[in-house]
Structures are given as structure tokens and as C-alpha cells.
């Protein structure tokens, strides 16, 4: 079956231009995820869907950053007045659904997109 | 604060030379450890996932190990095509669901 779809895979921006990314999970995924990989660093987790709720929006680095996922399935991360240290590779995962307490999920990712402000 | 370090940051080897990758992690509380393979321009695909101390998991030429302070990804005669960055990422209680990821080994097999 299909992946994790993300659009576009490359954006390039100018600094002060808003972006939107997107993420369509798997299909039957109830669980999404978004996270940020700079240059020489970890994985960083930025926001957590479980439906259309965010029950975790801990990572998100400013409130330039926003996300919602409507229906259950595809969520759009949107960065407004990019900056140039919001350069990185946008990462989606998305997993079955997620119990708090129970036994973790795997995440599965998608190819991610590439972001770079200019 | 929840840490998870990798160790070396880079390794080199020959095909057929095996050897292994370190993840050490100092959580609150671990309700599992994830082995993840990234090659370049890619997203991470899922290896595998380890909840307890003395699990074990093998596929193919690797084999993941978990203790209550790290765990190791050891290689068999490593291929050219197992070439790639390998990514340990925890998920730990009172953390949600969320991982949080080391900076990942990045593997070169060399013919």
C-alpha cells in the first residue's frame, strides 16, 4: 500500500514569505506527527495529531508555526514570516492510533520536505 | 531532561568487516527504543522496536540489542548496500507520543 506522502518535496522561499507544507498519511493512520531535521542535528519533534486534535503542539518553535489536519487524513504545516533558521527538512510520520500508556506505535515517515529560505 | 546519544558520529568499514553502533540513552522512563535506516535525501524507514532490557531483534544482517542504558545495532559482513545513517529514537513515559532522536551513525561499507 502507499506511504507517507509529503508536497512539494523541495520550497524554496524568501525570507518573510508564509509556506505551507503538506503530509497525507497512511491510509487508516489515525495518529500524525510532524518533525524538523536541521543540518547536523537529531530529529526534532514539532506537533502531534490523534483525529484532528493536537493533543502535543510542544515542539512548535514560535508562533510562526501552525498546524491542523482536517477529516481525520491530511495535515498542513504552515510557517508564516519565514526566517532563514527555519531551513531544514520537514518530516511526516504517521501511525496507527496512539494510546497513551499502551504499547508505542510505530511511526512510519515520508520522504519529507526540504525547505530553504533564502 | 530526556538525552539519547550515538556513538561514533561516523564509521567506515569493509565489506564483510562486522561491527556495531552504540545508542545510549539516560530517560525518565523507557516504553521503547526505535532503530531507524535514513539514506540520503530519504525519509527514516522503520528497523525495529525494543520495549524491554534483554530483548533482541534481527533482520537480515542486523541484529538490535537492548539493555536498561543503551542499546547496540551490530552488523554481520556488512554490504555496500547497507551504506546509510542509523537513527535511535526513544519514547518515554510522561513524554506522549512523541520520539525523541539521537543524531544518528552514519555507515559507509566500503567494497
Known amino acids: 500500500g502507499a506511504g507517507v506522502s509529503q508536497s512539494p518535496s523541495n520550497k524554496v522561499t524568501e525570507k518573510g514569505k508564509d509556506v505551507e507544507l503538506r503530509c497525507d498519511p497512511i491510509s487508516g493512520h489515525t495518529a500524525l506527527y510532524w518533525y524538523r531535521q536541521s543540518l547536523g542535528q537529531g530529529l526534532e519533534f514539532l506537533i502531534y495529531?490523534?483525529?484532528?486534535?493536537?493533543?502535543?503542539k510542544s515542539g512548535l518553535p514560535s508562533d510562526r508555526f501552525s498546524a491542523e489536519r482536517t477529516g481525520g487524513s491530511v495535515s498542513t504545516l504552515t510557517i508564516q514570516r519565514t526566517q532563514q533558521e527555519d531551513s531544514a527538512v520537514y518530516l511526516c510520520?504517521?501511525?496507527?492510533?496512539?494510546?497513551?500508556?499502551?504499547?508505542?506505535?510505530?511511526?512510519?515517515f515520508g520522504p519529507g520536505t526540504r525547505l530553504l529560505v533564502l | 531532561e530526556d538525552q539519547v546519544t550515538q556513538s561514533p558520529e561516523a564509521l567506515r568499514l569493509q565489506e564483510g568487516e562486522s561491527s556495531s553502533l552504540n545508542c545510549s540513552y539516560t530517560?525518565?522512563?523507557?516504553?521503547?527504543l526505535f532503530w531507524y535506516r535514513q539514506d540520503p535525501g530519504k525519509g527514516p524507514e522503520f528497523l525495529f522496536t525494543l520495549y524491554s532490557a534483554g530483548e533482541e531483534k534481527e533482520k537480515e544482517r542486523l541484529k538490535a540489542t537492548l539493555t536498561k542504558k543503551e542499546s547496540f545495532l551490530h552488523i554481520t559482513a556488512p554490504k555496500p548496500e547497507d551504506s546509510a545513517t542509523y537513527l535511535c529514537?526513544?519514547?518515554?513515559?510522561?513524554?506522549?507520543?512523541?520520539?525523541?532522536f539521537g543524531t544518528g551513525t552514519q555507515l559507509k561499507v566500503e567494497l
Open positions: 530517560v525518565s522512563g523507557l516504553r521503547g
Open positions: 510520520a504517521s501511525s496507527l492510533k496512539a494510546l497513551n500508556g499502551g504499547a508505542p506505535e510505530t511511526q512510519y
Open positions: 495529531f490523534q483525529g484532528n486534535s493536537a493533543p502535543d
Open positions: 529514537a526513544v519514547r518515554v513515559t510522561g513524554g506522549g507520543n512523541k520520539l525523541t
